[in-house]
């Protein structure tokens, strides 16, 4: 119920960022189920007049994941991100990359905006090697 009362007592424009975010992370969800990774990436390349500041973006994409019926990846979360970023004109690249976990070689997926990740911690690279750019059509390097 508190959680409620803060949304709530946030400005218009927030509540719809929020709301914004929350479908984006959902479609990406779902489409990346349905289609696979190029095929979502293809479509969300396309840009449009919608806006979202960048900092505002990575918050509510990441706080959006937590409401998502199904829950959410790094991936998921990510491609998110990147669909905002694109459909705002905001070169970002979404950056997948491998990594030792102890015991275990583990994947992981984030943004990156003038080589900076906004999604994650500035060392993210050094903890994860990234492949090359993705293709839109496969989700290949």
Not at 92 to 105: A, F, K, N, T
Not at 115 to 129: C, E, I, K
Request: proline share 8%; glycine share 10%.
């Amino acid at each position: 119920m508190r959680r409620l009362r803060a949304f709530l007592a946030l400005p218009g424009s927030e509540r719809r960022a929020f709301f914004e975010a929350w479908r984006w992370v959902c479609a990406s969800r779902l489409r990346l189920r349905l289609s696979g990774l190029g095929p979502t990436l293809a479509a969300w390349r396309r840009p449009t007049s919608a806006s979202m500041p960048l900092p505002a973006a990575a918050r509510w994409v990441r706080i959006a994941g937590r409401y998502c019926p199904g829950g959410t990846n790094c991936l998921v979360s990510s491609v998110a991100l990147f669909g905002l970023l694109q459909r705002a004109g905001v070169p970002g690249e979404l950056r997948i990359g491998v990594g030792m976990v102890r015991p275990r070689l583990d994947a992981h997926a984030w943004v990156e905006v003038a080589g900076q990740p906004v999604n994650d911690t500035l060392d993210v690279a050094r903890r994860y090697a990234p492949f090359g750019e993705l293709h839109a059509s496969t989700g290949r390097p």
